[in-house]
């Protein structure tokens, strides 16, 4: 591929990938009708659909598995600590040795340090537009593209689809779980149809016993011979009718032929069902919500989901008293052993606890390192490009309420799988951790990589509905060093 700064747009050639939008017609209603308890599934136009393409021989992934912890995880007091900032100022986590000779984490990744060897962490992400909001930052970060030009862009799952497909026949190609952080509301299907949408696999505790995903399972008044006798009579009706010639009406029942393969499918539901794990398992991936969504994670590539977003916030609940809001938001009292309300706190970081608290990185730490062995134990690691990710970092000074706030001038992400070069670090910041010293990467990076992994083609443009080109990830360089 072309180095970006260089980048020339190509002579244009016809587009392959095109979709024609149509009008819903009396026939299309009375398909939404037999099809009622597909609903959570349905798309809000129909286009035809697009046959993905072969996956390029430069291809080293065939899934994508992002876990993004969403709200400015703190880089110096996990991934990047910098014992030589001033005392005032440094995490007072201790640095820890990994597996890896040179290598230091702090305390609050001591099962982490143990699979240093197969991850790759980048200490020199940046943003080169400024981007310093939660919503903003998680788009960016999901589409690869700093928000608000002319054209909002996609999520990466949403082109994957496109480009792609899936290898899973029972379940959408791009999902996100649990969806219920306000990340979700920032997921962007751009210029694509709604077709390409992430289906959004809702649950506000996934390790809860009686959690269920509703869109994959018949409406309680629809029996399943029920359905079927609505699924032949519009058969019928389509082969009898003169609109069974239509491209439209084809696209459509050809949606209606998935949709009726995910909701008969006990594949589908055993995908979403943790109880069919061992209790060993349940325990390595650690209790509560964090450690089964990531769980969750490992079953959906397992089954063949192209892209899968795990973007956990911890429920509030009995055993969270003070815990209305547990991400990653630590303007005030990051510190503390347990809740962040405390005497001098602003209110900007209230309902979360201490980033040294079980919720939060004792549950990362726990969930992602089980995380990484369990791919690879049952050889899905070579083939799974996973990437842990936040949106920004947290400044390298301690604030006046004991907090540390939006930082996009430096903040740490983490590769695995795909053959990546494992028990390396890439970029350095400076002493404080402040600022990026050495190999800048920015989120625009970070998706031409992806994109890279998966053999999309780069140079192919994408077409909107107006016909006009759109590159992925124009302005991204692949980070070279991953291997």
């Known amino acids: 591929m072309s180095d970006p700064r260089t980048f020339q747009i190509p002579r244009l050639s016809p587009p392959r990938e095109r979709w024609e939008w149509a009008e819903w017609n009396r026939r299309q209603w009375l398909s939404a009708g037999a099809f009622g308890a597909a609903s959570g599934l349905l798309p809000f136009g129909v286009h035809r659909p697009v046959q993905a393409s072969k ?13 993004i912890e969403h709200g400015g995880m703190s880089h110096v007091d996990t991934w990047d600590p910098r014992p030589e900032a001033p005392v005032d100022h440094r995490t007072p986590f201790k640095m820890i040795d990994t597996n890896v ?32 909001d939660h919503p903003r930052g998680m788009q960016y970060m999901l589409t690869g593209e700093a928000p608000g030009g002319p054209v909002e862009m996609p999520d990466m799952g949403c082109v994957a689809a496109l480009r792609l497909g899936s290898q899973c026949q029972y379940l959408p190609p791009y999902i996100q779980l649990p969806a219920t952080s306000e990340m979700a509301s920032f997921t962007r299907t751009g210029f694509l149809p709604e077709g390409y949408a992430v289906f959004k696999a809702t649950a506000r505790d996934a390790s809860d016993p009686k959690w269920q995903v509703p869109s994959l399972r018949l409406q309680s008044a629809i029996t399943e011979s029920r359905f079927q006798q609505r699924r032949s009579l519009l058969t019928s009706l389509n082969h009898s009718s003169r609109l069974s010639a239509d491209p439209s009406a084809a696209a459509l029942d050809t949606f209606y032929d998935q949709a009726s393969n995910i909701l008969l499918s006990q594949d589908a539901l055993r995908a979403f069902d943790i109880s069919t794990e ?35 916030r911890w429920p509030f609940g009995p055993e969270t008293p003070k815990g209305g809001n547990l ?55 070579d083939e799974t490009l996973v990437c842990l990710v936040t949106e920004f970092g947290r400044t390298p000074r301690v604030n006046v309420h004991g907090g540390r706030d939006h930082w996009p001038d430096a903040y740490s992400i983490v590769f695995a799988g795909a053959g990546i070069r494992g028990g390396q670090i ?28 998966l053999g999309i083609d780069r140079e192919q443009p994408l077409y909107n509905a107006e016909r006009r080109p759109i590159f992925l990830a124009p302005k991204g360089r692949v980070i070279q060093e991953l291997g």
Request: proline fraction near 2%.
């Open 55 to 67: 996956m390029s021989g430069r291809a080293r992934a065939k899934n994508v598995l992002l876990l």
């Open 101 to 132: 000779p040179g290598v230091q984490f702090t305390e609050l990744l001591s099962h982490t340090a143990q699979i240093a060897d197969r991850l790759a962490v980048v200490r020199s992400m940046h943003h080169v537009t400024r981007v310093d």
């Open 278 to 312: 061992t209790a060993d398992v349940r325990e390595r991936y650690g209790q509560g919500h964090r450690g089964a969504c990531y769980l969750l994670g490992r079953k959906l590539i397992e089954a063949g989901v192209r892209t899968v977003a795990i973007d956990v």
């Open 327 to 381: 991400n990653w938001d630590h303007h005030d009292h990051i510190y503390s052993t347990g809740t962040c309300e405390l005497p001098g706190a602003s209110g900007a970081g209230a309902g979360r606890y201490g980033i040294g608290h079980w919720v939060m990185m004792g549950s990362v730490d726990r969930a992602f390192s089980t995380l990484i062995l369990d791919l690879e134990q049952r050889g899905l690691l």
């Open 426 to 453: 890439i970029g350095e910041t400076d002493r404080d951790g402040g600022y990026v010293k050495s190999n800048p990467y920015t989120p625009e990076d970070y998706a031409a990589t992806i994109y890279e992994y």
